[in-house]
């Protein structure tokens, strides 16, 4: 039996914490019930993960569904965590930690943990669950939350920002910079203090043929009592599901550096029950409705709306490539092979307000870059697509694939830093793109051959601005199929240096996508990034 304390009054809990070298103040103005304490290590918990591994899987107790199915949208959206009951609340570290209540689109129950005299190696700690108790909540007397049983559990977690320091202008209460909710997804702010996109722990068969995507759950999560002026906190999980066991260590930074973005180490220990089609390695999932490049007549009343408007990535050779997103017809992969990639992510680069007009500010979601800490060896970044004809839907997925065949029983061990930046990280000195535009081919005044598509893409940067008066780059184009007239390079008229675009037109019959490939060099010397596109005739007849 559970022995449930509650650490505000109790005088024996605070003599426990004292004799585990925790500060009586760390929790006691926590309004926090928490279990007997058990032995904890990140070693301990990789081999847990690896020995349920070897069961099959059993799937979590959940409360009763007649009730969750209840808590509904509107219903959730009047369940308010009280930040008076934040663990942490009042020390040690400076970011609270405050939880989401269960629902109907969040069901799964997550077990939640403070670590007490544990060491940045997460030794010699012992764990105390923090129990479900509807009093941290503030609801409506008649929300069906209330009819859930006891010890129930929590949907997920968010760190608050500071109580301290460079983040006090934000009033902590109201304001978080990460959040890890529904099955293995987490989220953090960028350093425009928005949200957007979303991590993954992992991803399993993603638009695999003949099989269902699969969702693993994070279950639970041990948090460690932060120093007091750190700007780290560290977070470790066990993940589960039908396919696979994990074990994680997060260490998060917030305004590392600095820069007021977050930066966050993964190192992860994962398991294989079966065998796995796509084995998605960092996925990051975004959306995007419609760009500048292809927009449907009449969609809606915005420019563009999308939480990123490019996969980006930094190749084992030192390659930059910008591969504009699509809202295709039909789910499409690409895969974009390597061999220990440098980085890879989703972008959003335009930050122009005006290019988007709408007060969520989409022109500050964040971009999210994954940065291999070690050797992953051979494989492939991948990029799945999605048609959607809303925002509300995820559509986008960026992840590393391995070469080798994910067998039941195989085990990995990988290290990888996310940045949750308004741009990557590790920038090309080349010059970047800027802009994908597409309309009807031919010369104006003329009748527009039917199956002909223009380009205009847009690149900006150093090297274009040290080009002389006179002289231009020169367009270098390749494609898997069709035909190219038409093709020149021009300054864009704006009077900005270095902003320069390269057109040409694109002949193509049948269906079929046709992958591109263009990059702006002078007197064989590169000057731009490469840019890819995957042009899509059937989509564009049904746009225009």
Not at 397 to 424: C, F, Q
């Amino acid at each position: 039996m559970i022995n449930r304390r509650t650490f505000l009054s109790s005088a024996t809990a605070t003599a426990a914490l004292a004799a585990l070298g925790i500060p009586p103040e760390a929790l006691a103005a926590n309004r926090i019930k928490l279990g007997n304490p058990a032995p904890f290590s990140f070693d301990a918990l990789i081999a847990q993960a690896r020995t349920t591994a070897q069961s099959p899987y059993k799937a979590q107790n959940k409360p009763p569904a007649e009730i969750l199915d209840k808590i509904d949208y509107e219903a959730h959206g009047k369940i308010r965590f009280n930040t008076d009951s934040s663990l942490f609340a009042d020390g040690p570290g400076q970011f609270p930690v405050t939880f989401f209540h269960l629902g109907r689109f969040f069901q799964a129950p997550v077990h939640m943990y403070t670590l007490e005299g544990t060491s940045s190696a997460g030794s010699n700690a012992k764990a105390r669950e923090i129990l479900y108790d509807e009093s941290y909540f503030d609801m409506p007397a008649d929300s069906p939350a209330r009819k859930l049983p006891r010890g129930s559990g929590f949907a997920g977690f968010r760190f608050q920002e500071s109580r301290s320091g460079d983040q006090a202008k934000l009033d902590w209460r109201k304001n978080d910079w990460v959040a890890f909710l529904g099955a293995s997804y987490f989220r953090a702010i960028g350093d425009l203090y928005q949200y957007g996109l979303s991590a993954r722990g992992i991803a399993i068969d993603v638009a695999q043929a003949g099989k269902p995507e699969e969702f693993p759950n994070f279950t639970h999560f041990y948090f460690e009592a932060p120093a007091d002026k750190s700007d780290t906190v560290v977070v470790y999980a066990m993940l589960d599901g039908p396919s696979i066991v994990g074990a994680y260590k997060f260490i998060m930074r917030r305004d590392a550096g600095g820069v007021p973005g977050v930066i966050m180490d993964v190192d992860c220990a994962l398991f294989l029950r079966k065998d796995v089609g796509r084995l998605g390695i960092a996925p990051a999932t975004s959306m995007l409705w419609f760009s500048e490049a292809v927009k449907g007549t009449g969609a809606d009343w915005r420019p563009e709306v999308h939480d990123s408007d490019g996969l980006a990535i930094w190749n084992g050779n030192g390659e930059h490539i910008w591969r504009p997103l699509n809202n295709p017809a039909r789910i499409t992969a690409s895969a974009f092979g390597d061999n220990n990639p440098r980085g890879f992510g989703l972008l959003q680069r335009d930050r122009n307000f005006d290019h988007y007009q709408d007060g969520v500010h989409y022109e500050r979601r964040p971009s999210l870059w994954v940065e291999p800490l070690e050797g992953w060896g051979e494989g492939s970044v991948q990029l799945i697509e999605i048609p959607t004809d809303d925002e509300i839907h995820d559509n986008i997925v960026a992840m590393w694939v391995p070469k080798a065949k994910a067998a039941a029983g195989n085990s990995y061990r990988l290290r990888y830093r996310l940045h949750w930046l308004k741009d990557e990280p590790y920038p090309s000195p080349l010059a970047r793109c800027v802009a994908t535009r597409l309309g009807n081919g031919g010369q104006p005044g003329q009748p527009r051959p039917p199956n002909v598509r223009k380009f205009m893409v847009e690149f900006k940067g150093a090297p274009l601005e040290k080009l002389a008066f006179g002289e231009l780059p020169e367009a270098v184009l390749s494609s898997t199929r069709g035909s190219f007239s038409y093709v020149f390079t021009e300054a864009v008229p704006n009077g900005v240096a270095g902003h320069w675009r390269a057109q040409f037109d694109l002949t193509v019959d049948g269906d079929d996508p046709v992958d591109l490939r263009l990059y702006l060099r002078h007197k064989n010397q590169t000057l731009s990034e490469t840019w890819l596109y995957q042009y899509q005739p059937f989509k564009t007849r049904n746009v225009y």
